[in-house]
């Protein structure tokens, strides 16, 4: 039978153990949590519908203005809203969270980017600072971003449902 002081011992080393594996739970909960929040915000019907309204004005129309935003303020305003939220995502997705974000939105982050740079590059000349956690969610995202997205979404509604399998898996 082991005495007290093998026991103090024993637990000793346990306690820390324990420890790191609770943090590791800790952390990933996290992480869990910080993609929620994420995809909670993007999924909101102000901001869907602000990337609708530039899909279907932007996308499918293929004659837009280079000065679209200046022409028409609903677009000025959706504009602004999907910058603002994927700046937002892009800050809330660095860590362990940025591989989720770059697979599973690739698309939608791509493709408003692609048709909002002139957008972005006319209201913040000092070199998108305004919006500098939105920039290496398309730019730096690696080939997996830029494969994603040859094609964008045909529409809104599919992005939506990746999400859904995704949250429900």
Not at 2 to 8: F, I, M, Q
Not at 56 to 74: G, Y
Request: with cysteine; hydrophobic share 45%.
């Amino acid at each position: 039978m082991p005495n007290l002081d093998e026991l103090y011992k024993l637990s000793q080393i346990a306690v820390p153990i324990i420890a790191i594996f609770a943090a590791c739970g800790v952390y990933h909960q996290i992480q869990t949590f910080k993609r929620y929040e994420a995809l909670q915000f993007l999924e909101e019907d102000r901001v869907r519908s602000a990337r609708a309204l530039l899909f279907n004005n932007l996308i499918r129309q293929e004659q837009s203005s280079p000065t679209w935003w200046l022409e028409d303020d609903s677009l000025e305003q959706a504009a602004s809203l999907v910058c603002a939220s994927f700046d937002i995502v892009g800050l809330m997705s660095k860590g362990a969270n940025w591989e989720f974000f770059g697979i599973e939105w690739a698309n939608s982050i791509c493709w408003t980017f692609e048709i909002l740079e002139s957008y972005i590059a006319d209201r913040n000349p000092m070199r998108y600072r305004a919006i500098e956690n939105y920039i290496p969610l398309q730019k730096d995202g690696g080939p997996r971003i830029r494969s994603a997205a040859l094609h964008p979404p045909a529409t809104e509604v599919d992005g939506a449902r990746r999400v859904s399998r995704i949250v429900n898996s």
